[in-house]
């Protein structure tokens, strides 16, 4: 069997397209006061703060009422009032089931392409088993996806002060009619 002309780089392309669909639906939204926010943190937690003006300050978690935030910084506690707060970050990992899963893609797509590039003379090498080398494949590219992803920490809002105002853009695709868009959504608070 051969694989079909313009296969891999119409699935780098589609691969490259993925990457950009929000996937807010796999990620905690923001929580809108301190009273929501008492359970999503642990001792320790590094964290940031901006307040009203801001400036931002990192810290430990310490502990948390329902109208303060206290942090551990430099040896001394520091108390945070939620109406001073404006955003509250905590570093954690990028998703490791985002990470298998674009690592396993990638891992296909890209050693696919290696192992049809290697043996252009004898198109049946990589054929012949297929079924073993895309698993082989995937699963060094989830792998590699993992380890990078545990590896990756990056600031994730936990509490973000209510914005009277908000404007969200995401892009959309329809493959079937092969058509491209941009959604526009708005939304406000009285």
Sequence with gaps: MQIPRGFWFRSCTVLCLLTLLPVS????EPATSFGQLQSRFKAGDKVQVFDRRGDETAGSFVN??????????????????????EK??????????????LGGITG????????GARN???PDHCDGNIGVITAINGGIGAASGMTL???I???HTVY?????????????????????????SLSWRQ
């Design 64 to 85: 948390m009422s329902a109208t303060a935030l206290e942090l551990m910084i430099n040896g001394s506690v520091r108390s945070f009032p939620e109406t001073g707060v």
């Design 25 to 28: 639906g796999w990620a905690e």
């Design 149 to 151: 992803a545990a590896l």
């Design 160 to 184: 973000e002060r209510p914005r009277p105002f908000k404007v969200e853009l995401a892009p959309m695709f329809k493959l079937d009619q092969k058509a491209a868009g941009l959604m526009v």
């Design 88 to 101: 509250v970050t905590r570093l954690q990992h990028v998703s490791l089931v985002k990470g298998a899963l």
């Design 120 to 122: 252009k003379n004898n």
């Design 153 to 155: 920490k990056r600031p």
């Design 108 to 115: 296909i797509v890209v050693l696919g392409a290696i192992c």
